[in-house]
Nanobody, 123 residues
Framework: QVQLVESGGGLVQPGGSLRLSCAASGIIFSLDAMGWYRQAPGKQRELVAVTTSGGSTNYADSVKGRFTMSRDNAKNTLYLQMNSLKPEDTAVYYC?????????????????WGQGTQVTVSS
């Protein structure tokens, strides 16, 4: 079904930029929201950016103005452009698909994750 493969991570100096990509398969456009999460060692996975039902994007306060998420439906690819990177941005970044299926009497929700790509911002 849903398969997600992240790429584009690496080592970058503070203030630098990286562009992450998430190649997706098995996506159902009408049912799936997509986003990016990250997890630093010893910390819980946190939201970076997610799409909304209105077609807009919600960003974590810590990345607003620096990160931009975009989606190319024709290529089934989700992107995360990261600018002005800070050491605290260091984490494994994960692509996420959230599927919501409205059944006759209840809603079914599913989350799918990629393997993650490492982003390291050195000082």
């Amino acid at each position: 079904q849903v398969q997600l493969v992240e790429s584009g991570g690496g080592l970058v100096q503070p203030g630098g930029s990286l562009r992450l990509s998430c190649a997706a398969s098995g996506i159902i456009f009408s049912l799936d929201a997509m986003g990016w999460y990250r997890q630093a060692p010893g910390k819980q996975r946190e939201l970076v950016a997610v799409t909304t039902s209105g077609g807009s994007t919600n960003y974590a306060d810590s990345v607003k103005g620096r990160f931009t998420m975009s989606r190319d439906n024709a290529k089934n690819t989700l992107y995360l452009q990261m600018n002005s990177l800070k050491p605290e941005d260091t984490a494994v970044y994960y692509c996420n698909v959230h599927r919501k299926i409205m059944g006759p009497s209840k809603t079914y929700e599913y989350d799918y994750w990629g393997q993650g790509t490492q982003v390291t911002v050195s000082s």
